[in-house]
Each structure stands twice: as structure tokens, then as C-alpha cells.
């Protein structure tokens, strides 16, 4: 079953790309307590979720809080650079 990830893309500079993904945990608490709506599925057995929502739902929801620092992982971020 193929499955996605959100990213932040950030042009540093024109040899280097900065990737920030989406940060789960902070995604989680949000829909958790009801601060941030969006068709989902609960294991509480295992204390996970995956998202359902169609892409226009998507769509949507990155628009409404794409601009939230807090939404993405710095710490996990990746950085890539052109080798010339």
C-alpha cells in the first residue's frame, strides 16, 4: 500500500536544499486534544494514527497550518547539497 510524507522544501541557496518533515508527535497532540481537525484513524492500542483524508483535505489542512513552525521537525530536517 504506498504511502506519503509532508515536507517543507527550503532553497538555501542554488547547491543546497533544506527538507523539514512534518512533525509527528506535535500532529498527533494537536488532533489529539481537538486543536487541529482532520479525517483520521486512532490505534490506541499502539497510541498511533495515519491520516485518511482525501487530498483536496490535505490540501487544505497544509494551508491552514503549513505556516506553523511548530508543525514541522527541525531536528529531523535534512539537508542536501550538489556535488559538482
Same mark, same amino acid.
Given at each position: *500500500?504506498?504511502?506519503?510524507?509532508? @515536507?517543507? %522544501?527550503?532553497?538555501?541557496? @542554488?547547491?543546497? $536544499? #533544506?527538507?523539514?518533515?512534518?512533525? !509527528? !508527535?506535535?500532529?498527533?497532540?494537536?488532533?489529539? @486534544?481537538? &486543536? *487541529?481537525?482532520?479525517?483520521? /484513524?486512532?490505534?490506541? *492500542?499502539?497510541?498511533?494514527? $495515519?491520516?485518511? @483524508?482525501?487530498? =483536496?483535505? $490535505? &490540501?487544505?489542512? %497544509?494551508? #491552514?497550518? !503549513? =505556516?506553523?513552525? &511548530?508543525?514541522?521537525? #527541525? /531536528? =529531523?530536517?535534512?539537508? $542536501? %547539497? &550538489?556535488?559538482?
Amino acid at each position: *500500500m504506498p504511502s506519503y510524507t509532508i @515536507a517543507k %522544501i527550503h532553497w538555501q541557496n @542554488a547547491n543546497t $536544499l #533544506k527538507i523539514d518533515f512534518i512533525d !509527528g !508527535g506535535f500532529l498527533y497532540d494537536q488532533i489529539k @486534544a481537538n &486543536r *487541529m481537525k482532520i479525517k483520521h /484513524e486512532s490505534d490506541d *492500542m499502539y497510541d498511533t494514527f $495515519l491520516l485518511t @483524508a482525501s487530498t =483536496n483535505e $490535505l &490540501r487544505q489542512f %497544509i494551508q #491552514k497550518y !503549513g =505556516n506553523d513552525d &511548530r508543525f514541522f521537525d #527541525k /531536528e =529531523n530536517s535534512v539537508t $542536501l %547539497i &550538489r556535488k559538482s
